[in-house]
C-alpha cells in the first residue's frame, strides 16, 4: 500500500516469475509479490495475508477475498475470513490494495 494512506502493505504475487515488491506487509494485513513482467507467463494470483484475532499468517486465493469500493475511505475495505480460526476479518483498503486486488482478479463491489 502506498506509505501515505496509513494501512499496511498488500501485493499479489503471479506463477514463480517476477518477484518484485510493491509494498510491505505488517501485522494482519495482507501482502504478497510483484506481478509477473512483461513476456513473463502469468500464473495464479495469491495474497499474504495475517489474522489479528489468531495472529495467524498464511496465503490466500483471489478467489478467498472480496473487496468493496464505497463512496469514502471509510466504506472501501477488503474482506476474507481467516483459514486458520474462521473469523471474518476486514481491513480499510487505500488506493494501492484496490489496484493490487482488482488486478489479481479479486471479486469487487462497488456500493453507492
Avoid: H, N, W
Avoid at 61 to 83: E, H, K, N, Q
Avoid at 104 to 111: C, K, W
Amino acid at each position: 500500500m502506498s506509505p501515505t494512506d496509513g494501512t499496511p502493505g498488500l501485493t499479489a504475487a503471479r506463477g514463480a516469475a517476477g518477484r518484485g515488491t510493491a509494498g510491505r506487509g505488517t501485522s494482519g494485513g495482507a501482502a504478497g509479490r510483484g506481478a509477473a513482467g512483461a513476456g513473463q507467463p502469468a500464473g495464479p494470483v495469491t495474497f499474504k495475508a495475517g489474522c489479528p484475532d489468531c495472529m495467524g499468517r498464511f496465503e490466500l486465493a483471489a478467489g478467498a477475498l472480496r473487496l468493496v469500493i464505497g463512496g469514502s475511505r471509510r466504506t472501501t475495505f477488503y474482506s476474507f475470513t481467516c483459514p486458520a480460526c474462521g473469523v471474518a476479518v476486514r481491513k480499510p483498503a487505500g488506493e494501492r490494495i484496490v489496484e493490487l486486488l482488482t488486478g489479481g482478479g479479486v471479486s469487487t463491489l462497488r456500493s453507492v
